[in-house]
Structure formats: C-alpha cells, structure tokens
Nanobody, 122 residues
Framework: QVQVVEFGGGLVQAGGSLRLSCVAS????????IGWYRQAPGNERQWVAA???????NYADSVKGRFTISRDNAKNTVYLQMNSLKPEDTAVYYC????????????????WGQGTQVTVSS
C-alpha cells in the first residue's frame, strides 16, 4: 500500500513562488512515475505536471515555463516549484504516484495524496 503526503501549500501574492513537496512510502519510489494535479472549486481535477522514472518531464500549457517538477529518489520526494504564480493557479494540489508515463503523457494511478491548498491573491 502506498502512502502519499503533500505539503508546502499556502497563501501567496500574485507573482510569488511556492514549492510543493510530495512524499511517498510503501513502494520502490524510484520505479514510480509521479504526477501533480490540481482542482479549483467547481472544476474538474486537471493534470499539471509529470515526471518519469528517468527524470523526463512534461507540463500543462497553462504552467509551462513557470512550474518545474523534479524528484529526489533518495528522499522519496517529488517537488513542484511554482514561480510567477497567478490567481488562476489557486486550487488544491494533489500528488499521484505510480501512474503510467508514456509518450510524454501521464495517466494517473489510484494512489493519491490528500492535497494541499494553494491560494494566490491578486
């Protein structure tokens, strides 16, 4: 069984930065592709970024150039560095562990964290 915990959310002004962390246990972390998703009130959950086991990355167009996903296998942790934040980035951010990363596309698994709230004020 995989346990997933996200942290690092908070309140930030537009133009600011936050770094989210996702820690996963209970499986060989280095063998897991990881994805970040977000869900704003009234909206469906949408994919934000993903990283493969080999370190390949891909991003949604809405965050490309502003967000960076990275991983530290020694710490069982994936990071999402978010710069130049906009009010429309406000959402609960979720980490998904062990999905399928193929042809730069990430398909989620059933292993989700509880989410961390990011609020960007204008």
């Amino acid at each position: 069984q995989v346990q997933v915990v996200e942290f690092g959310g908070g309140l930030v002004q537009a133009g600011g930065s936050l770094r989210l962390s996702c820690v996963a246990s209970g499986s060989p972390f280095r063998l897991r592709a990881i994805g970040w998703y977000r869900q704003a009130p009234g909206n469906e959950r949408q994919w934000v970024a993903a990283i493969s086991t080999g370190g390949s990355t891909n991003y949604a167009d809405s965050v490309k150039g502003r967000f960076t996903i990275s991983r530290d296998n020694a710490k069982n942790t994936v990071y999402l560095q978010m710069n130049s934040l906009k009010p429309e980035d406000t959402a609960v951010y979720y980490c998904n562990v062990g999905g399928v990363y193929r042809y730069s596309t990430y398909s989620s698994s059933a292993d989700w964290g509880q989410g961390t709230q990011v609020t960007v004020s204008s």
